[in-house]
């Protein structure tokens, strides 16, 4: 019954922002590490982003700059806000939480799409 929603991915415009989140059940969430990563047709899945259970950031050079996770442990739920869009972006973005190699999960993924 571990459940983890995104929302937000849309189509959006070069140049644009875009926060997502990641809504999570059936977890213990403050205890997660969560990550965001996304994947691009005919390319690996990429980790973009983490916050560890004490809300130490990293992020891929690929993104550093533009992108910026965060956590609301009270609403158990996790953010990537997304600024300077770029064509390059466009992927299917998915939302992790990671304890050990039993407890990881996924969620569905949602698309965003940078195109003008």
């Known amino acids: 019954q571990v459940q983890l929603v995104e929302s937000g991915g849309t189509l959006v415009q070069p140049g644009g922002s875009l926060s997502l989140s990641c809504a999570a059940s059936?977890?213990?969430?403050?205890?997660?590490?969560m990550n965001w990563y996304r994947q691009a047709p005919g390319k690996q899945r990429e980790l973009l982003a983490a916050?560890?259970?004490?809300?130490?950031?990293n992020c891929a050079d690929s993104v550093k700059g533009r992108f910026t996770i965060s956590r609301d442990n009270a609403k158990n739920t996790v953010f990537l806000q997304m600024n300077s869009l770029k064509p390059e972006d466009t992927a299917v973005y998915y939302c992790?939480?990671?304890?050990?190699?039993?407890?990881?999960?996924w969620g569905q993924g949602t698309q965003v799409t940078v195109s003008s």
């Open positions: 059936g977890i213990i969430f403050r205890l997660y590490t």
């Open positions: 992790n939480a990671f304890l050990s190699d039993r407890l990881n999960y």
């Open positions: 916050i560890t259970s004490g809300s130490s950031t």
